[in-house]
């Protein structure tokens, strides 16, 4: 008996082809959500334009059996595959201006998503901004690829809101503990009392150094209750990271930013060993980078300003958060974070290396680098992903593919997630 279609995987190559059929297809939702489309004819574009590819020959027979299964349901006759009225739209898009009024009308809606995610997908190397490939798009009209409708709705359906400054944004203080383990990272006379001192100003940071102190991790069976003795055993570095990492903690503490705080904290981690590796960027102020390198997530969930419904919208159709936070908002939690990092007088390095953490391409340090590149080895799926920009980025830390391959979350980046 041949395999249900359901349980026949689907090939990593196709799985880009399918990742930017899924993208052009929540695209085209927003267009035909602006346009007060009926949900059937709605369904009917979302349908082609997850198809839109079937006949490049780009999908595997299996790959393709399985698509139609995921949209249409497990009834569906795989000698027939697409319905008559889904093949209508389809064959529209492939010869602009034919089919009936209906099918041309969702062929152009398709045809225009199709474009706009090509131009996405080719940001690392064409730089352009959502704004000017939207310009740029409105050229399609005259060409007879889409109706000036269809590119009104989209430039209209993602007109971003109007930002208010960044000093009118309620948005925590930047944490005295970690201003000052930042302060004693920058002061080479630092010495012990400091960092006790430190991690003394809040007491569920001292608890935490405490509890790290007595942990398996750092396996002595001797009892230790003294802030001092336990910032000895850790070590000076051991410590500013913890005693940073606890101290920016409370920024994250709402559930919707949970995740991000994890993530930040591989960050942190694989920053701190990138810059190991690299040798030529501090690992301390890696390490800080990497913790801080999202912190727009926290304006995005504080200001309220836009409808987060429809950028949900767009993250569970697909889209990366990053694509989803420039169509509809034009700016990012990268250039919001860098925002709030210069708000916090905090060195000019690490407030470009937070707005260009997803920009290697316009990064103007090594810092910026190597976050693109810790990014990477988190597995974060922010973003596009981009061979151009992965290797503009291990350029500019001076390392190879296989210098980073023994990179990964430590146990003390582990532990400091779990606790
Ligand atoms: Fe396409
Ligand atoms: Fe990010
Ligand atoms: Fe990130």
Redesign the pocket.
Known sequence: MPPSPKNVPISPATKGLLA??RR?AAVAKLIAHHLFLPSEEKNLLCAACLL??RSTGLLAPESMARLLVDIFGEALRVDDPVPVIVRGVLNAYDVPGSGTVLESRLAGILRLA?AFD?DMEAQPIDGEEVGEILERLRGGVDAGLWPEESIHALVESTSPPSIREPGTWRLPVFPQAALRTLRLMRDPRANLADVVEAASLDPVIAGLVMQLANSPLFGSRTWISTLSQAIVRLGFATSQKVITSAALRPMFSSPSLQQAWHHSLQVADLSEQLACHAGTIDPAEAYLAGLLHDVGQIALHSMQLYDSARLQGLVSGGCPQIYAESLLLRTDHAKLGAEIAAGWRLPETMVSAIRQHHRSEKAESPLAHLLYVAEYLSASEEDLPSITRLETSLKGIGLALDDIGDCTVSALGSWLAAA
């Open positions: 930017h059929c052009t839109h590819h199709d090509q």
